[in-house]
């Protein structure tokens, strides 16, 4: 069962490449020409970039409590795919700043219903002693993505200019528009969907998927039919610890922020566009390999503090050469050390699912109001860059600043679990309900001992 299953869920990868190459195309596009032929001064560019994530918060926790209620969430990912390919090959159609401003505006609505909605499907299929693994794989379509735009990237940019007339910039959004609505078609036949639900499983199989998920926690994977559609929010914002990953997380993305301007990074070295797009390649897959041997011992150890903030200070490092010194040499190596600290933004990820086991409900809306929120990083980040001469020390010093409060919050969560977990050990812990939020929960205050399994441990 878990081979198929692996199997199936491996299209989330392609799906999440996609994600990021509709996404982050545009930072390509601008090393041969975007930006001067929309006539985009840098604070418009910057706009460009940030309005995507607008629209990818609005639409995130709608989208994971639409999906934790259908039964068909492979149908409605694919849709959403389907139709971010076709805003993402009509970013290539586009003659003004307004125009580029709409397009990226509602490429980041749709686009938000993928990653929330795949962390969720993940979460009711994996044990949190399988889920960083998977989603480190996952992830991995977010980093090969990175690596794989830079060599399309060149390849497109250097021989469809002029092609029928067109600049090459716009063969580069139609181009992978077009191949991202073909994934699409078949996403909607290979996606799993729900353990009780899924088709091209048997009986059995779906039946051993459900024991899985309640041996883990020690309670059912799934939401009291008593349950309305909001209440699984009501639950999400009356608890503290997501406001704390909210704001932790933001920081991280922040930190992180240097991807939508790799491109322009790898510039600063002084090579040609082609050069540079090619060279921007290699540290996405050194980033590819440090996070899956991460997520693997992450797991393995069940372990998540210190393998979220090792990554951070391999960034760390990279920051303060970039700082340091003016030698190509260096500064190269500095970027894979950069590229690098996505490793522990995977973990965190993960963390997040963990945090919040049950029900359903809860964790759909957790899992999309900490990602939602953290996009506001992205906000910022677009801003942060300074791309005129010598402007990126600057920058990197405020990221290097965003690291380490992001360490530091990732400690003050790592204590609060550690007290949750020495309350269950205790008889006193709380389960993550909350009393008014369902009639089937109204006698049980928040923090009720009795609704948490004496097995369960947070994950710290």
Not at 2 to 15: A, E, N
Not at 53 to 70: A, C
Request: aromatic residues 14%; hydrophobic residues 50%; contains cysteine.
């Amino acid at each position: 069962m878990k081979r198929k299953l692996d199997t199936r869920c491996s299209l989330f990868v392609l799906i999440y490449i996609m994600n990021y190459l509709d996404r982050n195309n545009i930072a390509a596009a601008r090393l041969r020409g975007l930006q001067d032929d929309l006539n985009l001064n840098y604070s418009q560019y910057a706009t460009c970039l940030s309005i995507l994530y607008v629209g990818y918060i609005l639409m995130q926790v709608p989208s994971n409590i639409l999906i934790n209620r259908i039964n068909r969430p492979s149908w409605y990912i694919a849709a959403a795919m389907l139709l971010w390919g076709l805003i993402s090959t009509l970013s290539g159609v586009v003659t003004t700043f307004g125009g580029m401003v709409a397009t990226r505006f509602f490429l980041g609505f749709v686009e938000a219903a993928f990653l929330p909605g795949a962390l969720l499907i993940l979460s009711k299929w994996y044990t949190s002693r399988e889920l960083t693994k998977r989603n480190a794989i996952l992830f991995c379509g977010n980093l090969i993505s990175n690596a794989f735009s830079a060599l399309i990237g060149a390849g497109v940019l250097s021989n469809m200019q002029g092609v029928l007339g067109h600049a090459a910039w716009r063969w580069l959004f139609w181009i992978e528009g077009a191949a991202t609505m073909a994934i699409a078609i078949a996403a909607a036949f290979i996606l799993p969907d729900l353990p009780h639900n899924s088709k091209g499983f048997t009986e059995e199989e779906l039946q051993v998927a459900q024991m899985r998920m309640t041996e883990d926690v020690g309670e059912a994977d799934a939401d009291s039919a008593e349950q309305g559609a909001l209440d699984g929010f009501y639950m999400a914002v009356k608890d503290y610890k997501i406001y704390l990953m909210m704001i932790t997380f933001t920081t991280y993305v922040i930190g992180l922020s240097f991807n939508a301007y790799f491109p322009t990074l790898t510039g600063t070295l002084g090579f040609g566009y082609v050069p540079t797009l090619l060279m921007s390649s290699p540290p996405w897959a050194f980033a590819c390999i440090v996070s899956l041997i991460n997520a693997w011992h992450a797991d393995r150890q069940q372990e998540r503090f210190w393998h979220i903030v090792w990554p951070i200070c391999m960034g760390i490092v990279g920051f303060v050469i970039s700082m340091a010194t003016d030698n190509v040499a260096a500064r190269y190596v500095a970027l894979f050390l950069q590229a690098g600290a996505y490793a522990g933004f995977i973990v965190f990820y993960s963390w997040i699912s963990s945090s919040f086991p049950r029900p359903p409900a809860k964790r759909a809306v957790a899992i999309a109001m900490i990602n939602a929120f953290s996009q506001i990083g992205n906000i910022i980040g677009s801003y942060v860059w300074n791309l005129e001469a010598n402007g990126f020390r600057g920058s990197y010093g405020i990221v290097l600043s965003m690291f380490g409060v992001t360490i530091v919050g990732c400690y003050g969560f790592r204590v609060v679990l550690i007290n949750l977990n020495k309350k269950i050990e205790q008889g006193g812990a709380a389960w993550e309900t909350h009393g008014d939020v369902a009639a089937q929960t109204a006698e049980l205050a928040h923090d009720d001992p009795t609704r948490l399994p004496s097995t369960f441990r947070y994950l710290v």
